[in-house]
């Protein structure tokens, strides 16, 4: 039985119940519009069948209605040929006779065959209404598992992210950022140690030269050394 079918068999509160205890509902629902696509087909073929008993009934209808007809002219022409003295009148009778009952068999059959008719055209109308049902269905849930597909694919890759984020440890990941500032703070110390190391290491004669501005000095004696060799003193 169709899957959608079984659904439906159930109450409305259980139906979430069953989809949520499925497995698979891709596959679920994949099975079930093959078996909707399955009944289609069994539709296609009973609905031609029945066409074809209303094509085949409404034919029968055409040709003993005209069968009808042709035994009433033949009565006509026995009658005819009778009155001018070209046929017995008795034997024309009976021939008459015989194919007016044949004329009366033949619409009798031809009643019939309207009735059948009549039942096989609203037989096809039901099916074919039966039909465009299932193609609608079927149509339907062929969009509904385009859209699971996708909202499946969506779901399996936003997992894969969440679960690499939950993987994270933000507490160690802070930590490290913890020890590595740490430690830039503690090599800005020890270059800071290392300078003041550097400064204690000057001799005390250099020590007086800067305070003195020992280089000061020298470029002012350079100077005047020079000006002398120029006459300008």
Avoid: C
């Avoid at 209303?54 to 007809?69: F, G, M, P």
């Avoid at 008459?96 to 609203?122: C, Y």
């Avoid at 074919?128 to 890759?157: C, D, G, M, P, T």
């Avoid at 984020?165 to 290392?194: C, G, H, R, W």
């Amino acid at each position: 039985m169709n899957i959608f079918k079984r659904l439906l068999r159930i109450g409305t509160a259980e139906i979430h119940s069953v989809v949520d205890k499925m497995e698979d509902p891709i596959r679920m629902t994949e099975q079930g519009i093959r078996e909707m696509k399955e009944d289609l087909e069994k539709s296609l073929e009973a609905l031609a069948q029945v066409k074809a008993l209303a094509i085949r009934a409404k034919n029968d209808i055409i040709k003993k209605s005209s069968d009808a007809e042709d035994y009433e002219n033949k009565a006509f022409l026995l009658m005819s040929k009778a009155q001018k003295g070209e046929l017995d009148a008795i034997q024309a009778e009976k021939l008459a006779k015989e194919a007016l009952s044949l004329k009366a068999h033949l619409l009798s059959e031809v009643e019939i065959l309207n009735g059948e008719k009549i039942q096989h055209e609203n037989a096809v109308d039901e099916m074919q209404k039966n039909v465009e049902i299932l193609k609608f269905n079927i149509n339907k849930w062929e969009n509904e598992l385009r859209i699971l597909r996708a909202r499946v694919k969506v779901s399996k890759a936003t997992k894969e992210v969440n679960k690499q984020l939950a993987q994270i440890d933000n507490n160690s990941t802070i930590s490290m950022l913890e020890k590595m500032k740490e430690k830039v703070t503690e090599e800005e110390a020890l270059a800071e140690a290392y300078g003041e190391l550097a400064n204690q290491n000057i001799s005390i004669d250099e020590e007086i030269d800067r305070a003195i501005g020992k280089d000061s000095l020298k470029v002012n004696n350079d100077l005047d050394n020079i000006k002398k060799r120029l006459g300008m003193e």
